[in-house]
């Protein structure tokens, strides 16, 4: 098992050693005491950056992108509320500054706990835990009529769509959830800027009026109160039975609204819903329209120690079973094996070969989803990994088979590991996990290990 060492970053410890970037002007703009460690250009390598000026989103990316760490403190001072910033204030004074760069402190020792950042292809999701992990907060969505998508979460700014990589972190069980909004997707665009109203269910225009309805008890009749008001003298006549509607609640009563096109004067009873969008201004019915779930979102453990890897190779039995201390690679295990295999026939030592095959994991997966499915594989490897003892020795094979190696073991005591094994995960809520296990000794167990690894 290949142990990688990853880089943590180094940061200042106290509040004079810290490194400034100006942004939105230059660092001649900071107050003259702070002028000496500020870096001319954002290549040089600073730990925070101060906000001199409004500037846009863009602006504030390009610089955290050159930053040594994306996670660098923000401190703004150009009042500009739409900046994600750690700390604001109206007037920048030695004072001021002196504060946020002491505010800024916490942030840079939760930051020199973790590696480096490295551009890959887990980045983006890796600041995401970052910026929840170094300002030890909750990831909040909220409401934004700037956003196409309607929600955003503040602390993740400049990050790009972040909606399908915070699913696939809840789902891979390193950030919690908690429900939040839902919003209606435009069907042409996907934007939420929608414009909800009632149109005409004839010829969909939404110049339709609510007209009050009105019933005449004696012949029956109901209809909009404009049909009874034809003569225009204020009078009600009913356009039925033609007799005069003198008394609320004795002639005649208003049991409820109805609606008519001023386009089409088509009458319905319920009106559709249907939302414009405002930024291809297409249609989309209320009843066709997609809607998608907002969270707020919350680091886990497993998200801080995929963190502190540095890497989000989190999905797969093979990942965890790699990090159990009996665990190797395939092409060791035959190597291994084969040492074990010459040592057993030559002292006719015990040796017995297992494997446990994972039925359908896939379909698995698809039955208790994907959480779910992921905390059975947790379980099944800490499992694992109690029952084998340090002289054993395991590989996962295609993401789905284990196989392991049992040096002075009979196939009866194998039998037994196979049972502690089967018991646990029953007890485990894991039981929906289908298995089959098959085990060898002699020359069969190197047959099996040749069929299993195809060598
Ligand atoms: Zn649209
Ligand atoms: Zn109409
Ligand atoms: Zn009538």
Redo the contacts with the bound molecule.
């Keep these: 098992m290949s142990v990688s060492v990853n880089k943590r970053v180094s940061v200042p410890s106290a509040v004079e050693d810290i490194g400034i970037l100006a942004l939105g002007g230059t660092k001649k703009g900071l107050p003259a005491g702070f002028r000496s460690r500020a870096v001319s250009n954002a290549e040089e390598g600073f730990d925070v950056i101060v906000v001199l000026a409004p500037i846009d989103n863009q602006q504030l990316a390009a610089a955290r992108s050159t930053a040594r760490n994306w996670l660098a403190p923000i401190l703004d001072f150009s009042g500009n509320h739409r900046l994600m910033a750690d700390f604001w204030d109206v007037q920048l004074t030695s004072a001021s500054l002196e504060e946020g760069l002491l505010a800024c402190l916490p942030i840079l020792q939760r930051m020199a706990r973790l590696p480096r950042l490295t551009d890959g292809p887990d980045r983006k999701a890796l600041c995401m835990l970052g910026m929840a992990y170094t300002r030890a907060t909750k990831l909040e969505a909220q409401l934004c009529a700037d956003r196409k998508a309607g929600v955003h979460y503040h602390l993740l700014d400049g990050l790009g769509a972040t909606h399908e990589i915070l699913d696939e972190l809840y789902t891979a069980g390193l950030l919690s959830r908690r429900f939040f909004d839902r919003t209606h997707l435009c069907d042409v665009c996907g934007s939420s800027r929608l414009n909800v109203r009632e149109v005409c269910e004839g010829c969909t225009s939404s110049d339709v009026a609510t007209v009050s309805i009105i019933h005449?008890y004696?012949?029956g009749?109901q209809a909009p109160e404009s049909d009874f008001t034809g003569t225009g003298n204020n009078q009600l006549h009913?356009p039925?039975?033609r007799?005069q509607l003198r008394h609320l609640g004795v002639d005649y009563s208003r049991p409820g609204q109805s609606f008519v096109c001023n386009a089409c004067d088509e009458r319905m009873s319920d009106p559709q819903i249907s939302f414009a969008c405002m930024e291809c201004y297409g249609e989309t019915a209320a009843d066709r329209a997609e809607t998608r779930s907002w969270y707020h979102y919350e680091l886990t453990s497993d998200g801080e120690q995929a963190l502190m890897d540095g890497q989000l190779s989190h999905n797969g039995l093979q990942h965890m079973i790699s990090a159990l201390q009996q665990a190797s690679s395939p092409e060791r295990f035959v190597v291994v094996f084969e040492q074990l295999m010459s040592v057993s026939k030559r002292y006719k030592r015990d040796l017995t070969v297992g494997t446990m095959q994972l039925v359908d994991l896939e379909a698995f997966r698809e039955e208790v989803g994907s959480r779910a499915a992921h905390e059975a594989l947790k379980e099944l490897s800490s499992l694992v990994s109690e029952v084998l003892r340090e002289t054993d020795l395991l590989t996962v094979v295609d993401g789905h088979l284990l196989l392991m190696a049992l040096p002075e073991t009979s196939i009866s005591v194998f039998y037994r590991v196979e049972e502690r094994i089967r018991e646990g995960l029953v007890s485990r809520a894991a039981n929906a996990l289908q298995y089959e296990f098959k085990e060898a000794t002699g020359d069969e167990a190197a047959q099996l290990v040749r069929e299993v690894l195809q060598a």
């Design positions: 005449h004696r012949c009749h009913c039925k039975c007799e």
